[in-house]
């Protein structure tokens, strides 16, 4: 079983949606949790990070982390066609980082 | 504030040819040093990671290798390109002191 699994999509909204993007993980003693954001031929970039259970806020963008299911989730509210890119789950342990596959997501104008 | 720098940002190379990817950190010291590798529609592999001058952890067996001369430089090297060696490839860095790993804008590899 692999550490962090990620629905790959694609995933396609019109604008304005609410989109939910999702990952599960294996090991319940995981306590950080990360979302990065890459747009096409870029680096990632890190969009938020938790620490926990619970949600964290930043504009439109929220982080849930569910530890009894091991499920995360980051959901982007009012979402806009500049939001168009992969989006990247995340978990460190020690000096390594357990990332899933990535989910493409477009918002269509 | 912390920059990583990646260079070349693209390259086409033949298959058998020698390799060289380079990456250097600014405005942070000793930090942990990653290649990943990116092929097209699939996550992020891990190929090395270092936590000092001279630290080379490998994670796949492969015919690349990694060296990091100095505390904020990293290299990825080939000695012979395979066409499986094409791929997007990242490098990362970490501070060790919190749990946030940052990208460079990475090199696109093509093996023909």
């Known amino acids: 079983q692999k550490e962090v699994e990620q629905d790959p999509g694609p995933l396609s909204v019109p604008e304005g949606a609410i989109v939910s993007l999702n990952c599960t993980y294996s090991?319940?003693?995981?306590?950080?949790f990360m979302w990065y954001r890459q747009y096409s031929r870029k680096g990632p970039e890190l969009l938020m990070y938790?620490?926990?259970?619970g949600n964290k806020e930043d504009g439109r963008f929220t982080a849930q982390v569910d530890k009894s299911s091991k499920y995360i989730s980051l959901f982007i509210r009012d979402s806009q066609p500049s939001d168009s890119a992969t989006y990247l789950c995340?978990?460190?342990?020690?000096?390594?980082?357990?990332f899933g596959t990535g989910t493409s997501l477009t918002v269509i104008p | 504030s912390q920059t990583i720098h990646q260079w070349p940002a693209t390259l086409v190379q033949p298959v058998g040819s020698p390799l060289s990817l380079e990456c250097t950190v600014e405005g942070t010291s000793n930090p942990n040093l990653y290649w990943y590798r990116q092929a097209a529609g699939r996550g992020l592999q891990l190929l090395f990671y270092s936590v000092g001058i001279g630290q080379i952890s490998s994670e796949v067996p492969q015919n690349l290798s990694a060296s990091r001369p100095q505390d904020r430089q990293f290299i990825l090297s080939s000695k012979k390109l395979l066409l499986s060696d094409s791929g997007f490839y990242l490098c990362a860095w970490h501070s060790g002191n919190n749990n946030e790993q940052f990208f460079g804008p990475g090199t696109r590899l093509t093996v023909l």
């Open positions: 090991n319940s003693a995981f306590q950080y």
């Open positions: 995340a978990i460190p342990t020690g000096n390594q980082f357990y």
């Open positions: 938790t620490y926990s259970s």
